[in-house]
Nanobody
Framework: QVQLAESGGGLVQAGGSLRLACRAS???????LGWYRQAPGKQRELVAR???????NYADSVKGRFTISRDNAKNTVYLQMNSLKPEDTAVYYC????????WGRGTQVTVSS
């Protein structure tokens, strides 16, 4: 029973903000974690990624707007999304590079024009 559970998605106007959370059923202290998204008709893409040693990388399309962070004590990784655009609309998935790779079920983010 190794699971990830996303929350925090919803409907927001362009220019608004949302914070996504991903709670793991296991310790994330030494885990590499990432947020991905998939829009209809498009491939799943990496949005942001953080390693246990610190640091993060982002897709060019979200740099300066999104921030990934982690709370190891709560086994939770977050994605703060600011200045949202309609093209950010997608299902957002959490991923852990552990146990052969673990995915959450996803949470819908919809940004209206």
């Amino acid at each position: 029973q190794v699971q990830l559970a996303e929350s925090g998605g919803g409907l927001v106007q362009a220019g608004g903000s949302l914070r996504l959370a991903c709670r793991a059923s296991f310790s994330i202290s030494f885990a590499t974690l990432g947020w991905y998204r998939q829009a209809p008709g498009k491939q799943r893409e990496l949005v942001a990624r953080t390693r246990s040693g610190g640091g993060a990388n982002y897709a060019d399309s979200v740099k300066g707007r999104f921030t990934i962070s982690r709370d190891n004590a709560k086994n939770t990784v977050y994605l703060q999304m600011n200045s949202l655009k309609p093209e950010d609309t997608a299902v957002y998935y959490c991923n852990a590079e552990a146990f052969g790779g673990v995915w959450g079920r996803g949470t819908q983010v919809t940004v209206s024009s």
